[in-house]
């Protein structure tokens, strides 16, 4: 994985792919005592990030491998993410996932035309399920986090990042499988060596937090989590990912369920963001206090894919005009 990668990324998905704003948060920079500003990723075609990483895999397959379809495991956002770019291209798509899914993400991926396998009680049994279909019906797996062309898509973030902020100290961005984290990490430090980029995760569940604790990928049993988009294991075979994140992330931080709430509560009340609570982790880890005073700091909301009853609690929480 090289810089170059993440550059062939952004001209290979430039026609799909919006380059979304860094807008600044003075009311957070008050709260954090550091200059903060958001990568907003929910204005993106799918309401995430996962767009970018979808694109760059699917726009490197050749003709033939297009016209066999592809196949993916989500927990919303990428199967959505998939299943969007396959329809603009006329590409078959099948989205493996599992009983954890929400519902309203499921309705999603229904909307795009993709055909949807739901079974198993997590991400690794949908995971199993899709590799099945690359052997059964010869498509091809765009795995949601530990593919090459996946990461070098996700890290189109960072180069947008370091161009639109190169005076950054620190970068806040949720983790999951790593291929987010391990794409932006690749690209900052690349344009900005001195950059410290920290992973945020969910307080229960977080896989990569405990494979990094013991020197190697481990298996848990996902919790629930208003992080629904983190959840999910890194692959006791994990090819790149994990060792992307253990070479160049910086920190790890996990955040509680009530802070992650509060987080989305903050972002709607202060700035009008709809964001689910995988995009909120970052916020959440400021109002933590997880990062020293004086920061410059961006906190990449990966995602505005939210529940239909978590954006009426948020709704119903917005303080009267006076």
Not at 23 to 32: F, G, Q, T
Not at 39 to 64: H, N, Y
Request: with cysteine.
């Amino acid at each position: 994985m090289t810089v170059e990668g993440v550059l062939a990324a952004r001209d290979r998905i430039r026609p799909v792919v919006l380059k979304t704003p860094t807008i600044a948060s003075p009311p957070l920079s008050r709260i954090a005592g550091s200059r903060v500003s958001l990568k907003v990723e929910g204005v993106q075609p799918t309401g995430s990030f996962k767009v970018r990483g979808a694109a760059s895999k699917i726009l490197s397959l050749d003709d033939d491998e297009r016209a066999r379809g592809v196949v993916t495991a989500s927990t919303g956002n990428h199967g959505r993410a998939v299943a969007y770019v396959g329809s603009e291209l006329g590409i078959p798509v099948v989205v493996c996932v599992s009983d954890r899914v929400p519902a309203g993400k499921l309705a999603n991926l229904d909307a795009l035309g993709c055909r949807v396998v739901v079974g198993g009680e997590s991400q690794d049994a949908a995971m199993d399920a899709a590799v099945g279909l690359t052997d059964s019906e010869g498509m091809t797996l765009v795995h949601p986090f530990d593919d090459r062309d996946v990461i070098a898509g996700q890290g189109t973030v960072g180069l947008e990042l370091a161009e639109q902020a190169p005076d950054l100290s620190h970068v806040l961005v949720p983790l999951s499988g790593g291929g987010l984290i391990s794409g932006a990490a690749l690209a900052l430090k690349d344009r900005l060596p001195e950059v410290k980029v920290i992973g945020v995760s969910m307080a229960e569940g977080a896989v990569m937090a405990a494979s990094l604790q013991r020197g190697g990928p481990v298996e848990m049993e996902e919790a629930t989590t208003l992080a629904d988009s983190l959840q999910g294991g890194i692959g006791l075979n994990n090819r790149y990912t994990f060792t992307l994140v253990r070479d160049l992330v910086d920190e790890i931080v996990l955040v509680s369920e009530d802070r992650i709430w509060q987080a989305m509560l903050w972002a709607f009340n202060n700035h009008g963001l709809v964001l689910e609570g995988a995009g909120a982790v970052g916020i959440a880890a400021l109002m933590s206090d997880m990062i020293d005073p004086g920061a410059r700091v961006a906190v990449v909301c990966t995602g505005q894919n939210i529940e239909p009853h978590h954006l009426k609690a948020l709704s119903e929480s917005r303080p009267e005009p006076d």
